[in-house]
């Protein structure tokens, strides 16, 4: 019987330590004692028992001011890294568009990038080979797919990344942010795209500052708040209250 939810976090911790610069000579040992002494005790207490369930076909929003945790979050979601305390359970193949150009080599062309991406979400060469036209296509960057990756400009990874991510059937898409780069005509056609993956049932979680977006597109919304979970329901009621708080 499949698991009614697609991601479950349960009592998940996310603690970072904070390293100073190391005192090299002898009048910086004197001037940083003080933080030399206290570089094994820092820490970042960044997610503070995180608990929740999202179910198949939910869309998703992680809201809340920066330095909240809500890309540590994604990161926990993708595997990027790994939780101090507590346990993720994803149910289903996953796909991530998380730091732009995240995963590309600089010198391979767009196009040998699509193969090697592809190939890390799970698609042999034979099922790369049927849908390289088309994530070329989508992405409209065809005269540049043979050119260096590093010589595209942020738009321009943008469309790539998100014109692979979205044609490697996943269960799962996981977006943080990515989507504020590039022209306003081509975010229009990722949230299309994304609308209508929302109604073949796939599973989305976005992070995003972007209100209008999360109104539009999320069924419910999660508000993080300095590691805690603010408050987590319906869209409209998560976003009122958010609104009211930080403005």
Not at 2 to 25: G, P, Q, R, S
Not at 57 to 82: D, F, H, M, P, R
Not at 101 to 107: E, L, N, S, T, Y
Not at 139 to 162: C, H, K, Q, W
Request: aromatic residues 10%; glycine residues 6%.
């Amino acid at each position: 019987m499949k698991n009614e939810n697609a991601i479950i976090v349960k009592n998940v911790h996310k603690d970072f330590k904070l390293y100073y610069d190391k005192a090299n000579t002898l009048k910086e040992k004197i001037l940083f004692f003080n933080k030399k002494s206290r570089q094994k005790n820092d820490i970042l207490h960044v997610l503070k028992d995180i608990d929740f369930n999202i179910k198949h076909g939910e869309s998703v929003a992680l809201i809340g001011t920066n330095g909240s945790g809500k890309s540590t979050l994604l990161k926990l979601l993708t595997k990027i890294i790994y939780p101090n305390k507590g346990k993720i359970t994803i149910n289903g193949k996953v796909t991530s568009l998380l730091e732009l150009g995240a995963g590309f080599h600089p010198d391979f062309s767009g196009r040998e990038n699509i193969y090697f991406n592809s190939s890390i979400f799970g698609l042999t060469k034979k099922e790369i080979d049927r849908r390289v036209d088309e994530i070329i296509k989508f992405s409209e960057i065809e005269e540049f797919i043979d050119n260096p990756v590093r010589t595209y400009s942020s738009g321009m990874y943008m469309r790539l990344a998100f014109s692979i991510a979205i044609n490697v059937d996943a269960d799962i898409l996981l977006i943080d942010e990515i989507l504020a780069v590039g022209d306003q005509h081509f975010q229009e056609k990722c949230f299309k795209k994304l609308k209508e993956l929302k109604a073949m049932g796939k599973t989305i979680v976005i992070v995003t500052h972007n209100m209008n977006q999360v109104k539009e597109f999320c069924d419910r919304a999660i508000w993080l708040y300095h590691g805690d979970i603010k408050m987590d329901g319906k869209t409209d009621e998560v976003l009122k209250e958010y609104i009211k708080t930080c403005g």
